[in-house]
């Protein structure tokens, strides 16, 4: 399967876990990881799964790396319909703006169309797990999922 995986980073962290999901999975599937900020809305590819690792910043506003990809979306109305996508969110539970910025990037994709694949799930570097042992199974199943979309499509 095609997939994007994207990242949404201040500090490094989204683009480590995307590179060791792409180490994990990419004898499997056909993986190519970008930075947000090097990607415009309307360059989505809508025939590939869109995967997205996405940090929160300052006060639960998205990473600098994923902050022109929104500001893009919202000022071009970019229309997403067709897009099935995936969104892995990191952040510290410490913060009572928790994983908000994983959550503001979903909604701004499903606000303009593309449809989210399974649930939005979140790290917190708070706990004992480590990103990549939560982010292993939880993109393998969603990976069945959008499998199963495409094929009954």
């Not at 990809?69 to 319909?81: C, Q, R």
């Not at 701004?108 to 799930?121: D, F, I, N, S, T």
Request: net charge negative; charged share 25%; with cysteine.
């Amino acid at each position: 399967m095609k997939i994007q995986l994207f990242y949404g980073t201040e500090t490094g962290n989204s683009e480590m876990l995307c590179e060791d999901i792409e180490a994990e999975f990419g004898s499997d599937h056909e993986i190519t990881v970008t930075n947000l900020a090097e990607v415009t809305p309307g360059e989505m590819d809508l025939g590939t799964f869109a995967v997205l690792v996405c940090s929160s910043y300052g006060d639960g506003e998205l990473p600098a790396s994923a902050q022109p990809f929104a500001e893009a979306l919202e000022k071009d109305g970019t229309d997403l319909t067709g897009l099935n996508f995936a969104i892995f969110g990191l952040g510290d539970s410490d913060y009572d703006t928790f994983g908000q910025g994983s959550e503001q990037l979903a909604e701004m994709l499903v606000k303009h169309g593309a449809e989210q694949v399974g649930p939005r799930v979140i790290h917190d570097a708070q706990g004992d797990e480590l990103a990549e042992d939560m982010a292993f199974p939880w993109f393998a199943e969603r990976v069945s999922e959008a499998e199963a979309l495409a094929d009954a499509a």
